[in-house]
């Protein structure tokens, strides 16, 4: 049981947009910490994809961004294509546990 | 450029003691406000981090493994170690290094390729 919960999954047509929610509690996400988001294809390691909330490494297209409310973050894709399936990972601090926690996971699914 | 690469055993025995080396390049963990962790990802499941160690050699332990981990580094060598004590069948995963820069809030930005252990007799 992960600390922060995501959907399992999510699919979308070419050039669709979509979102992935990320839900966390008042000691990760809600106590004001970052959340940061990793794309996963699979058999490959982890690859930062957003920082700071909203920040895109160098390298990664507009096409993605992220966002944060309250307990919450999200990350949305818009003009999906063929290469964005992977599995999406959110990630922040927890002040309760003393370190950084991990969502379960999405799988996006290119249909 | 940065690199980072995990190495050690891919098979171990239960009850055995496991190190990893992450050995990495493009950075030094002697530089105020960086650090290097430890993540795990078992076959098909989510990452899990497992530990991290600090410029300053401060260590964060996830809590329900400190008592089997134990962190270190060696910033002459440009190598983090990680042990994991009393190895059971449920810690087979693909282990990861990853490097965090904490004053720029990129958590994890750059990592390792992972390597496989498995745990079986």
């Known amino acids: 049981q992960s600390v922060l919960t995501q959907p399992p999954s999510v699919s979308g047509a070419p050039g669709q947009k979509l979102t992935i929610s990320c839900t966390g509690s008042?000691?990760?996400?809600?106590?004001?910490?970052?959340v940061q988001w990793y794309q996963q294809v699979p058999g490959t390691a982890p690859k930062l994809l957003i920082f700071g909330n909203s920040n895109r490494p160098s390298g990664v297209p507009d096409r993605f961004s992220g966002s944060k409310s309250g307990t919450s973050a999200s990350l949305a894709i818009t003009g999906l294509q063929a290469e964005d399936e992977a599995d999406y990972y959110c990630q922040s601090y927890d002040s309760s546990l003393s370190g950084w926690v991990f969502g379960g996971g999405t799988k996006l699914t290119v249909l | 450029q940065i690199t980072l690469k995990e190495s050690g055993p891919t098979l171990v025995k239960p009850t055995q003691t496991l190190t990893l080396t992450c050995t990495f390049s493009g950075f030094s963990l002697s530089t105020n406000g960086l650090g290097v962790g430890w993540i795990r990802q078992p076959p098909g499941k989510a990452l899990e981090w497992l530990a991290l160690?600090?410029?300053?050699?401060?260590?964060r332990y996830t809590p329900s493994l400190k008592s089997r981990l134990t962190i270190t580094k060696d910033t002459s060598k440009n190598q983090v170690v990680l042990t994991m004590t009393n190895m059971d069948p449920v810690d087979t995963a693909t282990y990861y290094c990853a490097r965090l820069d904490f004053w720029s809030g990129r958590d994890f930005d750059c990592w390792g390729q992972g390597t496989l252990v498995t745990v079986s007799s």
């Open positions: 008042n000691s990760n996400i809600g106590a004001r910490y970052d």
């Open positions: 160690v600090y410029w300053n050699d401060d260590k």
